[in-house]
């Protein structure tokens, strides 16, 4: 079990290394894929790897000649590895219109790498207002130009078999995922919540057929062990938000020793990466656009307003028993930023203990935070 969780950690630890490593040793093509919501098997499927786009570990340097201060960690720091040529090594960057501060990068790339990838794609993936056949045409339109994109990268042709093929193969790790999930919530304690982000990072580096591998075998150690005794009293937690981002492993790590448990999450590195699977039928390609069309998990990203993040996060309080909710909240993202008054709303209204805490890609101290969390854990002893 330690050797795949040190593969886990290894792959999460360097991405540069491990991508590119793999890129090597196969001679196959990489395209790195802007969080949260294009579909990764589309580019799979023409036997290409689809790597998510992460947030490095350096401070940003040239980067800042290139967006502004107030832009997130995430985008600031893969502008500065693009253009300081860290990312060099990948085939196509693919993003799309998500937020203010992405919605430009496809721009600054093609402007300011060198060398320039192969291929580059902006998608409009729509936002999600309604239902309505336009909106879903246009966004099959849109997957298409992908699918066309990706086929001139590798020269197959992407089939129905072969992106149905994809989809299952995607639908698997996404299940062994949320089997992950339902250990850590039957045994809290099984696992520090460090290793299961680490887990669901390297599955958005990896091929997804290793890492399948890996996760099984690792899950059939998990299932027979008993966790640690949680320290008495320690509080049942849901960490929310990091949109896009890495949250940080000591963080995590001091959320822990802060006398709390995570019990579940809803992070996109995390439960949101993996929540929903794609029908397999005879057109994939309409069925990853139902996928996207989706409203669970709740994304601000997509402008659902039908269902309320807060509501979702009060249900899956509920689901968990859980005592309740720290929030991530990257600085400054406008998608989170927005929605953020709601949330707190909704959750005060049903009574949930909450705390915010700022993220940025900087390294500051976490002494405050420290505080903060110490007396998060004393409101919710107080009410228990
Ligand atoms: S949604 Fe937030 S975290 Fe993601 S790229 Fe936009 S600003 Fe950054």
Not at 142 to 164: A, H, I, P, W
Not at 233 to 249: D, E, F, H, N, Y
Not at 291 to 303: A, H, I, L, S
């Amino acid at each position: 079990m330690d050797e795949i969780l040190n593969r886990f950690y290894e792959v999460a630890a360097d991405p540069y290394k491990s991508v590119e490593g793999w890129k090597r040793k196969t001679g196959k093509k990489v395209i790195g894929v802007f969080p949260m919501w294009i579909p990764e098997e589309i580019i799979h499927a023409a036997d290409i790897l689809p790597a998510v786009i992460w947030r490095g570990n350096e401070p940003v340097t040239e980067g800042h000649a290139h967006l502004p201060p107030f832009n997130c960690g995430l985008t600031r720091s893969f502008v500065d590895d693009a253009v300081r040529g860290k990312l060099d090594f990948m085939d196509g960057m693919v993003f799309y219109r998500m937020c203010l501060q992405a919605v430009v990068l496809r721009f600054i790339i093609e402007r300011h790498a060198q060398p320039q990838p192969t291929y580059l794609e902006h998608l409009y993936l729509p936002p999600v207002f309604d239902r309505s056949p336009c909106l879903k045409e246009f966004l099959i339109e849109e997957l298409e130009t992908l699918q066309r994109g990706v086929e001139g990268l590798s020269g197959k042709e992407v089939t129905v078999d072969s992106l149905n093929r994809s989809i299952k193969i995607y639908n698997e790790n996404r299940g062994l995922l949320r089997r992950l999930y339902q250990l850590r919530r039957a045994k809290p304690g099984l696992l520090k919540a460090r290793d299961i982000l680490v887990m669901v990072h390297s599955s958005m580096l990896m091929p997804k057929e290793e890492h399948s591998e890996l996760l099984k075998g690792i899950l059939g150690d998990l299932e027979k062990k008993e966790p640690p005794t949680l320290v008495k009293g320690a509080k049942r937690v849901i960490v929310s938000g990091c949109l896009c981002q890495t949250p940080s492993l000591d963080l995590l790590g001091l959320i822990e020793d802060s006398g709390m448990a995570i019990i579940d999450d809803d992070l996109y590195i995390g439960s949101r990466y993996f929540a929903i699977d794609t029908d397999v039928n005879g057109n994939p390609i309409e069925a990853l656009a139902d996928r996207y069309m989706k409203d669970e998990p709740v994304c601000p990203t997509k402008g659902e307003w039908q269902k309320n993040w807060g509501d979702y996060l009060i249900d899956m309080v509920k689901r968990n028993n859980a005592d309740g909710v720290i929030s991530l909240l990257v600085k400054y993202c406008p998608p989170h930023l927005c929605w953020y008054p709601a949330v707190r709303e909704k959750l005060a209204e049903a009574g949930i203990p909450h705390i915010l805490i700022e993220v940025e890609h900087e390294v500051t101290s976490l002494e405050p935070v420290k505080t903060r969390l110490a007396s998060f854990v004393e409101i919710m002893t107080g009410r228990a």
